[in-house]
Antibody, heavy 114, light 112 residues
């Protein structure tokens, strides 16, 4: 069955970067899209952007340009999201989701704190 | 950006009764291809969102047929018939017509 397994919780210092992973199985990764989302606990969902695994083509929410960078490794069927220059406002749960979000990762909590 | 506005903020329902959640978009979500790009998700406590309805009225795989979606170009409704305990959580509508994809603020469903 389709699985999206995200990496573990992160505690990072302000100004640092973090790379989140989303390892997939159970479907053809290279012909699918992967989106990433941000959710501050108690708030709604924000779409960060998406990447087509076939050619690495990306589309970003303007709000997250310069903050998030999406990449894929088709050899391991894994999607990645780099978050840079982290501030406390980046503290949130981040989800990956396939295509039109029929399948989601379990989410990963990123805490930015000194 | 397209703004998605949900109502009510919360709804309390007796098990076995029905519930309806409304969602309004600031712009038509009807594409020229005839598809209306509104989606509904349920996020149960402590879990990832799960897809319920896609393209306004299509039931996602594995979702009970107690759930249904309807609407026009800018006004949408999610109806839950015969509410069960497993339906508790926060419901979100979202639009996938334009970048950026945007979501409503959520409607919390509780049991009486």
């Amino acid at each position: 069955q389709v699985k999206l397994q995200q990496s573990g919780a992160e505690l990072v210092k302000p100004g640092a970067s973090v790379k989140l992973s989303c390892k997939t199985s159970g479907y053809t990764f290279s012909t699918s899209y992967m989106s990433w989302f941000k959710q501050i606990p108690g708030q709604s969902i924000e779409w960060i952007g998406m990447i087509y695994a076939g050619d690495g083509g990306t589309g970003y929410n303007q709000k997250f340009k310069g903050k998030a960078t999406l990449t894929v490794d088709t050899s391991s069927s894994t999607a990645y999201m780099d978050l840079s220059s982290l501030t406390t406002e980046d503290s949130a749960v981040y989800f990956c989701a396939r295509d039109t979000m029929a399948y989601w990762g379990q989410g990963v909590m990123v805490t930015v704190s000194s | 950006d397209i703004v998605m506005t949900q109502a009510p903020l919360s709804v309390s329902v007796t098990p076995g009764e029905s519930a309806s959640i409304s969602c309004r978009s600031s712009k038509s979500l009807l594409h020229s291809n005839g598809i209306t790009y509104v989606y509904w998700y349920l996020q149960k406590p402590g879990k990832s969102p799960q897809l319920l309805i896609y393209r306004m009225s299509n039931l996602a795989s594995g979702v009970p047929d107690r759930f249904s979606g309807s609407g026009s170009e800018t006004d949408f409704t999610l109806k839950i018939s015969r509410v069960e305990a497993e339906d508790v959580g926060i419901y979100y509508c979202g639009q996938l017509l334009e970048n950026p994809w945007t979501f409503g603020g959520g409607t919390k469903l509780e049991l009486k």
